[in-house]
């Protein structure tokens, strides 16, 4: 704002929507200063300056900040087997299921309690959080088998995984840092050069689920996704049928 008014020696709110746009224009010119996040911290700036001031036109007139896109890290089938193989405890084992079997956050399956799940129906129940919506996401049967036994065998109390108890002797939910924990002990033993982290398993989950066939919409409802445009950035990542990658050197030999 200030670097504005001195290249013009006049307040903003004075300036032409030429004027300010062609200072924008200059500042993305400029190789040395200022850099891209002095452009985008210009516009935020604009856009309060000129919101107190009730100039709701050269608001908008400013241009769009698009946000980079950077793709996230997707394991293939055979590290996922893998991966839900490395663990020695049945529960662990299960927690990496629920994560990419469910395409849970981390926050999402510490939450989840033993009356949130409806084996006969096939389902958990995922409770609104931090602006999301309520959503019910499927349950494998093959999870839903490993979970009988689990519960059978470990007699978890309230939420569906328990960390350890306190002094009280009251049971608590796993955390954050003790699924961190898991997959961090385990990603060592899957052969792959990868950086795995729980939220890895969500983005296998969505991008496997769009080469399966699932549709956009139905795949942001499962994610709990509040808008389509942070769904759609599977579309980047997913192989698929129709519109098959393919690198050119398979084609050249023919």
């Not at 985008?40 to 009730?54: D, E, N, P, Q, S």
């Not at 020695?88 to 009356?115: D, N, T």
């Not at 796993?174 to 795995?196: C, D």
């Not at 983005?203 to 389509?228: M, R």
Request: glycine content about 6%; some cysteine.
């Amino acid at each position: 704002m200030a670097h504005l008014t001195l290249h013009y020696n006049r307040s903003p709110e004075k300036l032409s929507v030429e004027h300010v746009q062609n200072y924008l224009y200059h500042c993305q010119k400029l190789h040395k200063t200022p850099s891209e996040s002095f452009f985008k911290h210009t516009i935020f700036g604009l856009r309060a300056a000129y919101k107190v001031m009730g100039m709701e036109a050269k608001r908008v007139a400013l241009p769009q900040i698009k946000r980079d896109i950077k793709l996230p890290c997707v394991l293939n089938k055979e590290e996922v087997k893998r991966l839900l193989k490395a663990p020695k405890y049945l529960k662990h084992r299960l927690i990496i299921g629920m994560l990419y079997g469910c395409g849970l956050r981390s926050y999402e399956l510490c939450a989840v309690k033993l009356s949130d799940l409806d084996f006969e129906r096939k389902t958990v129940f995922i409770p609104k959080k931090k602006g999301k919506i309520d959503r019910y996401v499927p349950l494998s049967p093959l999870l839903i088998r490993g979970l009988k036994k689990y519960i059978t065998t470990e007699n978890p109390q309230g939420h569906l995984f328990n960390s350890q108890v306190s002094k009280a002797g009251e049971s608590r939910g796993l955390t954050t840092n003790g699924i961190r924990w898991i997959i961090k002990e385990n990603r060592s033993k899957i052969g792959s050069s990868k950086q795995i982290t729980a939220h890895t398993l969500r983005h296998t989950f969505a991008t496997h689920l769009l080469e399966y066939g699932v549709d956009i919409v139905s795949l942001k409802e499962l994610l709990g996704h509040a808008h389509i445009e942070m769904t759609l950035t599977y579309l980047h990542v997913a192989n698929l049928p129709s519109g098959s990658k393919f690198s050119p050197l398979d084609k050249l030999y023919d």
